[in-house]
């Protein structure tokens, strides 16, 4: 089954204590993106990567990372996470290039984070 | 700066009822406009909008864009409990850039 697949799906931790929240698709997508929702704001984009080893900041990068070593896997990482980024977070892929640009995005089902 | 705007940002009606939901967008570049729709989880793809004036239709809900007026809208009709969610518009832009995303339409269809 295509899927796009987050882990965890709910996290309460601490400020300040490093944590990863992994995204891993099955499509053989090129372009994959992290997204975190939060209310009256929509989906807001944090990074997104057209394919291995290419990254690019989108609208709130600040106070996250993330690699992309493999095409299948693009992990979201808070090195020192604060309340300020407690969220919903969402990953999405799609596929990507000049003849597949215009593809719509599948989504993970979704990362509950809390920061305390 | 790119953004996408939505309304109403909530919307209450009663089964049966036909809702039509906006979208209205200013962005640097575009290549296609999209529709989603958000239960409980995970968005799900409606609509890919690319050309004005062609509709696209899926059972009771179909969407249309206008790019001279840079809008489109969703509607549906006959509206069911099951299409309460959030409705999502975003904007795809040409390669190499990220979407924006409307912060939604909260959709509630009473019996």
């Known amino acids: 089954e295509a899927q796009v697949t987050q882990n965890p799906r709910y996290l309460i931790t601490v400020t300040g204590k490093k944590l990863t929240v992994t995204c891993s698709q099955n499509?053989?997508?090129?372009?994959m993106s992290w997204y975190r929702q939060d209310p009256g704001l929509g989906l807001r984009q944090i990074y997104y990567?057209?394919?291995?080893?290419?990254?690019d900041k989108g609208d709130v990068p600040e106070g996250y990372k993330v690699s992309r070593k493999e095409k299948r896997n693009f992990p979201l990482i808070l090195e020192s996470p604060s309340p300020n980024q407690t969220s919903l977070y969402f990953c999405?892929?799609?596929?990507?290039?000049?003849?597949?640009?215009?593809?719509?995005?599948?989504f993970g089902d979704g990362t509950r984070l809390s920061i305390l | 700066e790119d953004k996408v705007v939505q309304s109403p940002l909530s919307l209450v009606v009663h089964e049966g009822d036909t809702v039509t939901l906006n979208c209205s967008y200013e962005?640097?570049?575009?290549?296609?406009l999209l529709w989603y729709k958000q239960e409980k989880k995970a968005p799900t793809f409606l609509f890919m909008l690319t050309s004005s004036g062609i509709e696209k239709k899926s059972g009771r809900l179909s969407s249309i864009l206008d790019k001279k007026e840079l809008f489109s809208i969703l509607n549906i009709t006959a509206t069911q409990t099951g299409d309460s969610a959030v409705y999502l518009c975003?904007?795809?832009?040409?390669?190499?850039?990220?979407?924006?995303f409307g912060p939604g339409t909260r959709l509630s269809v009473l019996p």
């Open positions: 999405a892929s799609r596929f990507f290039g000049q003849t597949d640009s215009n593809q719509p995005q599948h």
């Open positions: 962005v640097t570049n575009f290549r296609s």
């Open positions: 975003a904007v795809a832009p040409d390669y190499g850039q990220n979407f924006v």
């Open positions: 990567s057209m394919n291995v080893e290419v990254t």
């Open positions: 499509m053989n997508h090129e372009y």
